[in-house]
C-alpha cells in the first residue's frame, strides 16, 4: 500500500521535499545493506503532546554493495519492517547531503539525521508503548531495500503535573497544603486529560540547596488531583514529580517557592 508518511522530509542543511513516491512490489529487491551504530533520540523515549511536532536525533551507518537513488529513511514500523506495508507512525526523516549523498555507493555515516513526528496525525492512543525502527534505501528503476534496524524505540504520550503550596508565607510549624494536577495526552480527542491512580513524588528544595529531596508520595484522583499536607519547617521550594510509564512520559511541575517565618517576624512584617 502507498505510504502518507513521507509526503514532507525537510534535510538538515540542505533543504529537500518529497511529494510523493510511487509503491514498489512488496517482492522489491532485499540483501545487500547493513546497518550499524543506530541510534534514535540517544536511547530516550519519544514524547509527544497533542499539537506540537516533536523532532529527536538519528545517527547510523550505512554499508551497501548496492547503488543507491536516495539516502536511507528511517522510520518505525510494529508488526512488519516493509516499508510500503508496515504499521507507522506517521513522520518524516531528513539528513543533510555532506554525509551520505543523495545517490552514491558503498558506506555511508548519517551522524545529522532528523525523525519528525506530528501529534495531529496520531489518531490512537494504542500508539504509545514499543515499537520498532527500520530503514528504506530507494534504488535506481523505483526499487528498494527495507531493514529491520533492530533498534527498539519507546513512543510514550506526554503529562502535564501542576503544582499550587499555600499559604504564603506561613509560620514555622504551621501546615502547608500542597494541591496539583496531573493529567496525559489524549490522542484521540487531542486534549489534556487527568491521569487518575498515579504516583507521584512531593520534593522539597530547601534555600540555599540545589538538588529536590522527595518528602512523600500521593497517588492522584479520579481527575488526576494531588493532595497532601505538610509541616513548615523552613522555606524553599515545593513541587511534585510524576516519573513516568511505559506510554507516559515523565513530568515534574514547575516549583512553588513558600517562606517560612518564626511569630515575631510575621508580626514586624505587618507593621
Known sequence: MAKTMWNTVVAVGAASVFTAMAAVPA???TGGVSYS????NGG???VIGIQDEVTVPVTFRMTTSRTWHWQPIVYLFRKKADFWESEDISSGF???????????????????GI???DPAAIEANATAGAWKSAAYLS?????????DLKHAVQ???ATRVTVNAAPEPVLWGKTITVTGKVTRANWETHTYQGYAGRTVSLQFKADGTSSYKTVKKVTSGSTGALKTTVKATGSGTWRWNYYGNSTAGAKASAGD???VSSGVRVMHAAR
Do not use: M, N, Y
Open 257 to 259: 517557592h513558600v517562606v
Open 94 to 112: 531528513g539528513a543533510s547531503d555532506h554525509s551520505c549523498p543523495t545517490e552514491g555507493t558503498g558506506s555511508c555515516v548519517i551522524d545529522d
Open 27 to 29: 517482492d522489491a529487491a
Open 155 to 157: 513512543i510514550q504520550r
Open 37 to 40: 551504530r543506530v541510534s534514535i
Open 139 to 147: 534504488l535506481p528503476g523505483g526499487d528498494g531495500v527495507s531493514t
Open 44 to 46: 530516550k523515549p519519544i
Open 115 to 117: 525523525l519528525t513526528i
